[in-house]
């Protein structure tokens, strides 16, 4: 049974840090893409940022300016998304997912086989 559970997140100030995890049971974790998404109240998902099987990170365009950072530890089945100063427009419902095929990049929902339960992040300004 493939179980990816997410853990942090929560209610936090404008300008703090959070780190998020996802920790992965189930598959050959090494093998698997990871990703990391978001969705705000009334938006569609939205593609944060995926890492390679060798720690090679690619983000999305809106979130290229360095305040989110992904990064795998394959000795622990764990993808982490680290985000600093936070903003209010930053508060969605954050999702990490699995992909362990192959495509030229993993931007779309579709590439993913596996998601987390989702972990609200709420910035208060």
């Known amino acids: 049974q493939v179980q990816l559970v997410q853990s942090g997140g929560g209610l936090v100030q404008a300008g703090d840090s959070v780190t998020l995890s996802c920790k992965v049971s189930?598959?050959?974790?090494?093998?698997?893409?990871m990703g990391w998404f978001r969705q705000a109240p009334g938006k569609e998902r939205v593609f944060i940022a995926w890492i390679s099987t060798g720690s090679r990170p690619s983000y999305g365009t809106d979130f290229r300016g360095g305040r989110f950072t992904i990064s795998r530890d394959n000795a622990k089945n764990t993808v982490y998304l680290q985000m600093d100063n936070l903003r209010p427009e930053d508060t969605s419902v954050y999702y990490c997912?699995?992909?362990?095929?192959?495509?030229?990049?993993?931007?779309?929902?579709?590439?993913?086989?596996?998601w987390g339960q989702g972990t609200q992040v709420t910035v208060s300004s």
């Open positions: 189930g598959r050959t974790f090494k093998n698997d893409v």
């Open positions: 997912a699995a992909s362990g095929r192959y495509y030229r990049n993993y931007i779309s929902q579709s590439n993913y086989d596996y």
